[in-house]
């Protein structure tokens, strides 16, 4: 799958923060029967890289990584068997060594300029991070307007409450958000419920 397909694959995408790997397979069975299929779960914790591992084997999932910030993240990502690279922003080094490495790859910008630096290495769908902090959607609205084939996925800020005012504006595919796999052992049919609730937003 290319980053296009993936973003397009279900509304939101969970942010995921694992603590402990024995929390990886429950969160990630519940958020796929919700119909969630796309998990990012974020380098934050030493347990990241081995939730990815664990998490690959739930039938369904498309298991990714975020916060990957540099090309030695990105190389343990990949060992990790990621099938996809979120960063928060997007450097020339980090930018060139996903490209080279040909993972879907969705990097965070925040203004024109990183819009276009991606542009110049030949990417057209960004993370908008961190979302509300950035200005929000009328800010997104005034930076989709000089790129029109660019796509885009907000993260940060987004919740249930304003999720959907998000997705229906047209450049954005889908959203980034944390409400929907809490931290601390799963409760997995409160889980599943949020995801199905996040997938009956588009």
Request: glycine residues 10%; contains cysteine.
């Amino acid at each position: 799958m290319n980053i296009d397909a993936i973003m397009r694959t279900a509304p939101v995408i969970p942010v995921i923060v694992i603590d402990d790997v024995a929390h990886a397979v429950p969160l990630a069975e519940a958020l796929v029967t919700g119909g969630l299929r796309v998990l990012e779960v974020t380098l934050r914790t030493p347990a990241a890289l081995d939730a990815i591992r664990t998490m690959k084997q739930v039938e369904g999932a498309i298991v990714g990584a975020g916060t990957v910030t540099n090309p030695r993240e990105l190389d343990a990502a990949l060992e990790a068997g990621s099938e996809f690279i979120v960063s928060p922003g997007l450097t020339e080094p980090l930018g060139k060594a996903a490209i080279a490495a040909g993972v879907p790859f969705l990097p965070g910008i925040a203004n024109a300029g990183d819009i276009m630096r991606g542009m110049d290495l030949g990417l057209d769908r960004f993370k908008f991070f961190p979302a509300m902090a950035a200005g929000g959607l009328p800010a997104l609205k005034a930076l989709a307007a000089p790129f029109g084939s660019v796509r885009f996925c907000p993260t940060g800020g987004i919740s249930l409450d304003n999720a959907a005012e998000w997705l229906a504006f047209d450049p954005v595919l889908c959203v980034g958000g944390s409400w929907v796999s809490p931290k601390g052992a799963p409760d997995k049919p409160a889980i599943e419920a949020l995801a199905r609730e996040a997938f009956g937003l588009r």
